[in-house]
């Protein structure tokens, strides 16, 4: 009578679900239903007829328990149906099977049974959310996310918990998807390190909050995500806040064509903004004077200035002067107390007592060409320290960048003597940053060799800075070579700021190039001005030979006011008009223009129109 009853129970029930479990017992088909998502009104239903007054469970050997401890205990049925984790939740339960021996998701003797959605909850997790200590019981599901038997079960990362210990992703190659917020409880250096993950799938998304506190001396944590070695994972979108470094950065490895989703970083990093700032007081100055690329400045500190650790990767950050210019730390010495930094700080901005550093930010793309034709979504970071940093010969991609008072919106380049191939980033939209737009570091050409900004807004060139070598008398914002090899839409047709000038206090160079047809002008001011013509083979087999033009003007409006002959020159190999360079222009009383045709054999045409002044 009793399994009449149970069998037309569970008959009721399977007809509104379409998850349920059959077995044979005494030759009769019985069919349960899997209830662990049921109300508890229902469970407490099937629990009245499942075990009778006075009986631990069914002779059948299906029973219900409570939680995952009075589970652990069991051992004598063949089926057990867990309502939750921890007594009195009902989430982290499921159907379990009685198997001693195997792999799998096992609590003691019990198996999960397969095709049950897994989550953090059937490790242990807390419900109570992100400010109880639920990092062992993540890291346990991280470590299980990792194993062959979990492609048994579909993945579902989600809920809110907090974290003591920074939390391991290594190793996990299969599907996964993520509604997960995260905090960190104590001080770390990554809150989630995702590590050998090559070819993973990960939808949805992740929330990580570093610290607790927003301001930046109140910061407990460091970095929110830490990618290391995970060449072709899709990786899902991140947002990341009040952390002091990094909210999403490339590691060591191979990262080659990884995709991260859209990242968002509110909070991260030192800005200069009132309750971000990080000033260290300088007593000291001394430079490594060099007309090139090694030229330094290296920075006595106080006893009491603090460098950021390791984990804030230092060497990707910037000291800024008393004018206001950002100046790329290239080596640091916490012993000591000392910073070296490029280019080298010109005697006017050799200043005693405090500057500001800028360092952190959203995303951190540094590890050379481990990030080979690897995307990243839309960046959005706001109240940073750097919204975006690329670096490598051959960078990731952005789909969008969105910038809202950060101290530097975007870095270009690992260091000056660096190859940086460029980027393509579908939009830009700086707001309010605090010293820089843009600040492009790299200094030498390389394979491809420029970048390309889609659709702009709230463009101002006027921010962006080419870190230039300098002289000791250079004044703040000149001198140093304009190079900004950035195209983006201007009225319908892509436009490139003014690049290839090196201006210096007394000499200019201005570099014309073969393959592009955009013509050049120039007020000869300095004592020393050269026209150097340069030519692209690459280039010129698909955009053909383009004739170089070059407008000269004098100084201020006063034509004629040429202070010397004007030397043209060429690269080695290259001719002009038959002969070795330099040609030699002559002073004039007009403006003239000047024309440069590259003909076969490496040889420049060189010609002339001189204008009548009316």
Excluded at 514 to 536: C, D, F, G, K, M
């Amino acid at each position: 009578m009793q399994r009449l009853i149970d069998g037309r129970f569970a008959d009721a029930l399977a007809s509104i679900v379409s998850t349920r479990i059959t077995f044979m017992e005494e030759g009769k088909e019985v069919v349960m239903p899997n209830v662990v998502d049921y109300p508890h009104s229902v469970q407490e239903g099937l629990n009245n007829l499942q075990k009778p007054r006075g009986m631990p469970g069914r002779k059948s050997g299906i029973t219900l328990v409570e939680s995952a401890e009075e589970l652990a205990r069991l051992s004598s049925n063949k089926l057990a149906i867990l309502v939750g984790y921890h007594e009195g939740s009902t989430k982290g339960g499921g159907n379990f099977i009685y198997q001693p021996e195997g792999s799998g998701l096992r609590i003691g003797e019990w198996l999960l049974q397969p095709g049950q959605t897994v989550t953090p909850y059937h490790f242990g997790a807390l419900e109570s959310g992100l400010d109880d200590d639920s990092g062992d019981a993540l890291q346990q599901f991280f470590n299980f996310c990792a194993t062959p038997e979990a492609r048994d079960y579909p993945i579902y990362a989600g809920g809110s918990f907090g974290t003591s210990i920074p939390l391991m992703a290594e190793g996990l190659r299969y599907v996964y998807g993520f509604d997960l917020a995260i905090q960190g409880l104590e001080s770390m250096d990554d809150v989630l390190t995702v590590k050998d993950c090559r070819g993973s799938t990960w939808m949805g998304k992740i929330n990580i909050r570093v610290s607790k506190e927003n301001s930046l001396s109140r910061r407990t944590g460091v970095n929110g995500v830490r990618i290391d070695n995970s060449r072709g994972a899709r990786l899902c979108d991140f947002s990341v806040s009040a952390g002091s470094g990094w909210a999403v950065y490339f590691g060591a490895g191979n990262n080659n064509m990884s995709t991260v989703g859209n990242i968002s970083a509110v909070d991260m990093g030192a800005s200069t903004r009132s309750n971000q700032q990080h000033k260290v007081t300088a007593n000291g100055y001394s430079n490594f004077e060099r007309n090139t690329l090694w030229q330094s400045t290296t920075i006595a500190l106080t006893a009491d200035s603090v460098i950021p650790s390791d984990a804030h990767q230092v060497e990707r950050a910037f000291w800024i002067s008393a004018a206001g210019e950002p100046y790329k730390i290239r080596s640091f010495n916490r012993d000591n107390h000392t910073i070296t930094v490029y280019p080298m700080v010109p005697d006017a901005e050799q200043v005693l007592g405090e500057n500001q550093l800028v360092y952190g930010g959203g995303v951190c793309c540094y590890s050379g060409g481990h990030t080979a034709k690897g995307r990243v979504g839309h960046v959005y970071p706001m109240r940073s320290g750097i919204g975006l940093w690329l670096t490598g010969q051959s960078s990731a991609n952005v789909d969008g960048y969105t910038g809202q008072f950060n101290g530097i919106d975007i870095a270009m380049g690992a260091n000056p003597e660096n190859a940086f191939g460029g980027s393509f980033i579908g939009s830009v939209y700086f707001e309010a940053s605090r010293v820089a737009d843009l600040v492009f570091v790299n200094q030498v050409s390389s394979f491809s060799y420029g970048s390309i900004f889609g659709s702009c807004a709230s463009l101002n060139t006027d921010k962006w800075w080419s870190l230039g070598y300098k002289r000791s008398n250079t004044p703040p914002r000149l001198g140093g070579k304009q190079l900004f090899p950035i195209a983006f839409m201007n009225n319908g047709e892509l436009w490139t700021p003014g690049g290839g000038r090196e201006m210096n206090y007394d000499s200019a160079r201005y570099v014309a190039n073969s393959s592009s047809p955009v013509s050049y002008h120039a007020q000869p001011s300095r004592n020393t001005t050269e026209i150097h013509l340069t030519a692209n083979s690459q280039g010129e087999r698909f955009r053909g030979v383009t004739p170089i033009v070059f407008h000269l003007y004098g100084q201020r409006g006063s034509n004629g006011s040429y202070h010397q002959s004007i030397p043209v020159t060429c690269e080695e190999g290259y001719t002009i008009n038959g002969k070795p360079s330099p040609l030699t222009l002559q002073n004039r009383d007009a403006p003239i223009t000047l024309y440069a045709l590259l003909e076969n054999g490496n040889n420049w045409i060189v010609t002339l129109t001189e204008h009548q002044t009316l």
